[in-house]
Each structure stands twice: as structure tokens, then as C-alpha cells.
């Protein structure tokens, strides 16, 4: 059962540490901690993106920043409480990783593959330039009855193809993982810069589903 939930969500990401290790949480006295990579894109840009990982893969009182990791695990959500509203928090759980002393081919930093189902209506909208968008939540199944909801955003034909599918519609996404800054208003005078994460499709299909 567990194999084969572990194959509906399966992500690599390769890029520089950029920060110490964060408590996250401990579940039946194993420990979790919250780490960020910062991992190139094709252009100029960069994504920082956070990962979680056990104490008892890694040694957490060593400090790897700046030092090339590769991550292999899954793209995970919970539901953090804050105040009277739940935030969605969004890491890559790490299954394994490597230090690697060299790397070049950018094209292999971020490869992300979701196979889930749509569970809300996607959002299909044009930006002021005509480029076409579809923001879709895709809820992927975890063993023990859990579910990672995973925000994911698709361009052009993909857009339009996927703005058409109704809720519960299952559905097969490749692509990256990106980070996105955005104001988040507190008040009617406050605003804070928070950082949003999702999946940016590539390439995407249907699946039908038998029964």
C-alpha cells in the first residue's frame, strides 16, 4: 500500500542549502526539521524551496549551507493554524538525498510528477498580455487515508485544456516546483511579503477512471 501511494508523488530537486535546520515537528519521538534549497531555473532565476527531513537521516547540529544537495521524496501539505485560519504550508519531504560536489545540467534540478485529483474548480484567467493561466488544487492520496493538497499552476493550451475538467476529475501533472513571493494583507493598513509555493505544469493528462 505504501509503494504504491508513493508513486503518485514523486519530486527531485537539486540546489545549494541556504539555511540552517528548523524545528518542524516529532511524531512517535522522530523529529523533523525544516531546511531551504535554493535551486536555479533555466534563466537567471532561482527557486528557494523548503524541505523536511528526519534526524535520523541527517545529522542536524552539522551546518550544510553552501554545499550542492539532492532531495528525492514527495511534495507534502499541512494545514498550520493561525489565529481563527489555516494557512496551507507546502514542503518537499525528503525520502533520501546526496551531496554532490559538482553539477551542471539545470535542465534535471527540478522534476516534479503528481498524479491526483482536481478538488476545486479551476480558476482559467488571460494576463494583461493574453498569456492564458489555470490555477488548479490537485489533492494526492497518501496511505492511512491523508491527502496532500498541492496548488499547481498551468500556461496556454494546458490551461485551457484543464480549465474544462470538473472536480474530481483525475489527472497525471509533470513539471517544477516554484516559489513565488506575494503581499499578504493583515489589516486595512498592514501588509507582509510571504512567500507562495506550487507546481508549474509542464505537461499534463487525464486518466479515466474505471467503475
Known sequence: MPERN???????VIGVVVSGF???????????YIMELSVNRLSDQSDTIP?????????INQDYRGRTMEAIGQFRSYNRHEG?????????FVREYHFMEAFTDYTK????MLDGYICKPPVYRKTPLGREIADLLVAVNRPYSKSDYIPCIAWGRNARYVSTFEVGTRLRVWGRV???????KISETESEK??????????????????
Not at 481563527?84 to 518537499?92: A, D, K
Not at 534540478?109 to 516534479?112: A, G, L
Not at 516559489?179 to 499578504?184: A, L
Not at 510571504?194 to 474505471?210: F, P
Open 6 to 12: 508513493a508513486e503518485n508523488n514523486r519530486v527531485s
Open 22 to 32: 528548523e524545528f518542524s515537528h516529532e511524531v512517535f519521538g522522530e523529529s523533523f
Open 51 to 59: 524541505v523536511m527531513i528526519s534526524e535520523r537521516l541527517i545529522d
Open 84 to 92: 481563527t485560519r489555516n494557512r496551507l504550508v507546502l514542503s518537499v
Open 109 to 112: 534540478t527540478n522534476q516534479i
Open 178 to 184: 516554484q516559489s513565488r513571493e506575494y503581499m499578504k
Open 194 to 211: 510571504r512567500i507562495a509555493y506550487e507546481v508549474s505544469v509542464s505537461k499534463l493528462e487525464y486518466v479515466e477512471q474505471k467503475g
